[in-house]
């Protein structure tokens, strides 16, 4: 019963996608580029030839190769380009992503949280990221695509559940966290039998409880590690799995239906091996990139030896404990010992905006620089309110703190300002972190 019935159906299909090409003049077939994480690998470590596979300079080349033979050619990605668990010195790394994804020239870009690693200032690159329910306008919410006669309406969804902002009061509201809006203009694409593509970094089984299916016809989900998924139908629309790290892309190429659906496709992936050249036109890009990177490494080398050598006149909560260690406990178990990790859960310690008050000596002859280089200086510590405290270490505590003749009030006002901390009290606030 069921194979006859399987027998009918084929046909049946066949007649249907050809019923649908006959309907349009010119037969409808596009090429889409798509790829997905770069997760802030600005080029392959080369370490293994299994991992050898992707880079900036690869990708331009095979673009600038695929667009030759074929100039519609869409490229389109869901975002992810920057790391969700930056170090300071990748931040580096990170704008030099930027600047030679803006030379590849991509159609569209999805976006991701881990895109916001250095704040949204940080994305001024010339790069077309889509966010399509991020409130406000610092990205587009929409990004129409034209090639022949066709037209693709491109949307990325931010999952407001997976914001590192949460806790955050005047971030929480960043992307709206309902869906009418992507919905009304997934309904006005289709109505003029545009095609959609909707890029998250939802799972195929989230997206398919949060996002209304039946508008999307080409659903780009969540990145795999590395390597790219197969192509799947979920009803008419067609989910795409990219991979991360970089490396490869996917080649996909459809034939458009009347409606802008997706009536048939064929699915490749390139993979970006050694034996493909680096792209002439990034050169230059590629090594002034080199030369920071190695300037930055320099600069980091002589911190650490002035460190070293003690130059600093901050010594660190470890050291104060020696003498200390009854104010030591009560400060350890204080808010203010966590400060830096505050930070990081947020993904903001490397905004400068924000490190000043949750550590110790921001931007002070030997204060903090960052947390791999000074690491005994993160969070709220005793020299944040005490001042320096190496000359008065050196003297056996003969020579007073740097701040001994502050009054209490105003070692708290540094940083208990009203603006980020609305509902201080004095007398309250110091109960509590009393020693
Ligand atoms: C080698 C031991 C030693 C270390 C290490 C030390 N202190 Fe002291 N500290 C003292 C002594 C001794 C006094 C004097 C105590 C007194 O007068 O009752 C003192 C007094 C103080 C006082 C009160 C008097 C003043 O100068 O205002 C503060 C505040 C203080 N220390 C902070 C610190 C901080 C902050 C650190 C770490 C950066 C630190 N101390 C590390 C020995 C030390
Ligand atoms: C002028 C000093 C100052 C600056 C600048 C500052 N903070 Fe804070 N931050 C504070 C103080 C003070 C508190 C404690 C507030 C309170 O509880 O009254 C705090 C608390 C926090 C907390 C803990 C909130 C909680 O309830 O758990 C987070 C997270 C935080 N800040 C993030 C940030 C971020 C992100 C930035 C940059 C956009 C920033 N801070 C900039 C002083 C500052
Ligand atoms: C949030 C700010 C703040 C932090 C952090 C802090 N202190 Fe204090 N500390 C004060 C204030 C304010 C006083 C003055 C208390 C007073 O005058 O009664 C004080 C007093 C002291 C005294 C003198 C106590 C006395 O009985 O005279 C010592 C010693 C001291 N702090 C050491 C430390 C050490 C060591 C740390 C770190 C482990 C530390 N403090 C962290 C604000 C701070
Ligand atoms: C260098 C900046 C800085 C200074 C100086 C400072 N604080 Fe804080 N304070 C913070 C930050 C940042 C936090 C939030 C820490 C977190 O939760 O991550 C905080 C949190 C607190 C909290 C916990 C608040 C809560 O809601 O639980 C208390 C209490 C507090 N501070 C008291 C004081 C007092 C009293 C002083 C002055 C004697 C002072 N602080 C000086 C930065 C500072």
């Not at 030839?49 to 190769?65: K, M, S, V, W």
């Not at 929409?142 to 590192?164: A, C, E, G, M």
């Not at 008419?236 to 790290?245: A, E, Q, W």
């Not at 030997?366 to 944040?384: D, M, P, R, Y």
């Amino acid at each position: 019963m069921k194979i006859a019935s399987l027998l009918i159906l084929i046909p049946l299909l066949v007649s249907c996608s050809f019923m649908d090409r006959s309907k349009t003049v010119e037969p409808r077939e596009i090429s889409i580029i798509y790829s997905g994480n770069l997760d802030g690998e600005l080029e392959p470590c080369g370490c293994s030839l299994e991992g050898d596979l992707g880079g900036i300079l690869r990708r331009a080349t095979i673009l600038d190769q695929l667009r030759k033979k074929d100039s519609s050619i869409v490229t389109i990605s869901s975002g992810g380009l920057l790391s969700n668990r930056p170090a300071e010195h990748d931040k580096l790394t990170a704008e030099y992503i930027l600047k030679g994804f803006s030379q590849l020239d991509y159609d569209a870009i999805g976006f991701q949280w881990q895109d916001l690693a250095y704040g949204e200032e940080f994305l001024t690159a010339d790069l077309p990221w889509v966010v399509s329910n991020w409130q406000g306008g610092f990205f587009a919410k929409v990004k129409k695509i034209r090639r022949k006669s066709v037209t693709f309406s491109f949307f990325s969804w931010l999952d407001p559940k997976q914001s590192p902002f949460q806790n955050i009061s005047d971030k929480q509201s960043i992307v709206d966290d309902s869906t009418a809006f992507l919905v009304e203009k997934l309904k006005q694409a289709k109505k003029l039998k545009e095609t959609t593509i909707v890029t998250t970094s939802l799972t195929l089984d989230e997206a398919k409880s949060q996002l209304p299916m039946q508008l999307i016809d080409l659903l780009i989900s969540q990145a795999a590690y590395e390597e790219y998924g197969e192509p799947r139908w979920v009803e008419n629309t067609l989910v795409l799995t990219p991979g991360s790290r970089g490396m490869r892309l996917g080649y996909l190429q459809i034939v458009l239906g009347a409606e802008g659906n997706i009536a048939e496709f064929s699915h490749s992936v390139i993979a970006m091996p050694q034996s493909v050249e680096d792209a002439p036109e990034l050169s230059q890009w590629y090594s002034e990139y080199n030369q920071k990177i190695e300037e930055n490494y320099q600069k980091e080398v002589a911190v650490r030896n002035a460190q070293r050598k003690g130059d600093s006149p901050y010594a660190g909560a470890k050291t104060c404990k020696t003498c200390h260690q009854s104010a030591y406990d009560i400060w350890k178990k204080s808010r203010h010992s966590k400060a830096y990790r505050s930070l990081s859960n947020v993904n903001k310690s490397f905004d400068p905006a924000c490190i000043s008050c949750h550590v110790v000596g921001y931007r002070k002859p030997g204060g903090f620089i960052a947390s791999h280089l000074t690491k005994n200086l993160k969070n709220v510590q005793c020299e944040s309110c005490h001042g320096a405290g190496v000359a008065h270490i050196k003297s056996k505590g003969i020579a007073p703190v740097e701040n001994s003749t502050w009054s209490k009030e105003k070692m708290c006002a540094q940083c208990h300002t009203q603006k980020h901390s609305p509902s201080f009290q004095f007398d309250r606030y110091w109960l509590q972190v009393k020693h």
